[in-house]
T-cell receptor, first 112, second 113 residues
Framework: DQQVKQNSPSLSVQEGRISILNCDYTNSMFDYFLWYKKYPAEGPTFLISISSIKDKNEDGRFTVFLNKSAKHLSLHIVPSQPGDSAVYFCAAASGGSYIPTFGRGTSLIVHP | EAQVTQNPRYLITVTGKKLTVTCSQNMNHEYMSWYRQDPGLGLRQIYYSMNVEVTDKGDVPEGYKVSRKEKRNFPLILESPSPNQTSLYFC????????????FGPGTRLTVL
């Protein structure tokens, strides 16, 4: 049973527009949420995170929103650039755990 | 440069032939993990280590072994590989557990014939 779900396997967006990647979770013990970005033939790299005491965290063009009541988080990329084309993984963990749980990823394609 | 290295990057082997994938990090991180990535399944954790000589199973440990004799190294051992272990493997390290940022290696693509 998936505890972290990324229901959209792929997303296509025009350059300059907003990309919104969604992630849902079921485990109410999760209190840290992270987004990783992965290019082909490379390992995932950390993008942005948020703890459950916040509902928004921003880093440049990237903003993560957390809705704890809905057990939902989203990553907004504004404006989207062709270099943002990658697979994005959502991950969740509880502070005391050793095992973050990853979603299955969303492949983002940003068209010039 | 802070990094996680893995070797080999690509490996084709046959069923039953023991192999080791090495992983090394230069950031003095305590926590290290191994993941496999399969199409449609995302990243699944195989084993993790909290420190030297301290390891534990992740979500999919069957068919794998690990060891942590030194803080920087965390090799993944397949004693008798099978075709269902054909996958893309990633090693990762982090300073703290749980929600801390993980640094991933470049990946090892393994094919077991």
């Amino acid at each position: 049973d998936q505890q972290v779900k990324q229901n959209s396997p792929s997303l296509s967006v025009q350059e300059g527009r907003i990309s919104i990647l969604n992630c849902d979770y079921t485990n109410s013990m999760f209190d840290y949420f992270l987004w990783y970005k992965k290019y082909p033939a490379e390992g995932p790299t950390f993008l942005i995170s948020i703890s459950s005491i916040k509902d928004k965290n921003e880093d440049g063009r990237f903003t993560v929103f957390l809705n704890k009541s809905a057990k939902h988080l989203s990553l907004h990329i504004v404006p989207s650039q062709p270099g943002d084309s990658a697979v994005y993984f959502c991950a969740a963990a509880s502070g005391g755990s050793y095992i973050p749980t990853f979603g299955r990823g969303t492949s983002l394609i940003v068209h010039p | 440069e802070a990094q996680v290295t893995q070797n080999p990057r690509y490996l084709i082997t046959v069923t039953g032939k023991k192999l080791t994938v090495t992983c090394s990090q230069n950031m003095n991180h305590e926590y290290m993990s191994w993941y496999r990535q399969d199409p449609g399944l995302g990243l699944r954790q195989i084993y993790y280590s909290m420190n030297v000589e301290v390891t534990d199973k992740g979500d999919v440990p069957e068919g794998y072994k690990v060891s942590r004799k030194e803080k920087r190294n965390f090799p993944l051992i397949l004693e008798s590989p099978s075709p269902n272990q054909t996958s893309l493997y990633f090693c990762a390290s982090s300073l703290r557990r749980g929600g801390d940022e993980q640094f991933f290696g470049p990946g090892t693509r393994l094919t077991v014939l």
